[in-house]
Nanobody, 124 residues
Framework: QVQLVESGGGLVQPGGSLRLTCAAS????????MGWFRQATGMEREFLAA????????GYAHSVKERFTVSRDNTENTVYLQLNNLTPEYTDTYYC?????????????????WGQGTQVTVSS
């Protein structure tokens, strides 16, 4: 069982940055690949970024590749998502998720554990 808690969301002006944090409560954090997704009300959850259990591999959705950066600290059981140069289209609820290590998936169906989400609002 893995419990995930996201934080770091909030209101930011266009062009601004945020760093989202996902804290995992598990003794075996390094057994999991971690992913970030976003979801707007009434829409499907959308993949943003993923990072392998070791941090040595990562992948991004094409739409955020030059804008977001995923990282992790296995000593702190934490994964991060740095959001830069935000625009209002990135206003969403952001979720982190954990999948057993193996293929670094972009498919939400492969992620077993989910956090409750953190809201990001980009507005002037």
């Amino acid at each position: 069982q893995v419990q995930l808690v996201e934080s770091g969301g909030g209101l930011v002006q266009p062009g601004g940055s945020l760093r989202l944090t996902c804290a995992a409560s598990t003794r075996t954090f390094s057994d999991y690949n971690m992913g970030w997704f976003r979801q707007a009300t009434g829409m499907e959850r959308e993949f943003l970024a993923a990072i392998s259990w070791s941090g040595g591999s990562y992948g991004y959705a094409h739409s955020v590749k030059e804008r977001f950066t995923v990282s992790r600290d296995n000593t702190e059981n934490t994964v991060y998502l740095q959001l830069n140069n935000l625009t209002p289209e990135y206003t969403d609820t952001y979720y982190c998720a954990a999948a057993m290590k193996g293929f670094l998936s972009h498919d939400l169906q492969d992620y077993r554990y989910w956090g409750q989400g953190t809201q990001v609002t980009v507005s002037s």
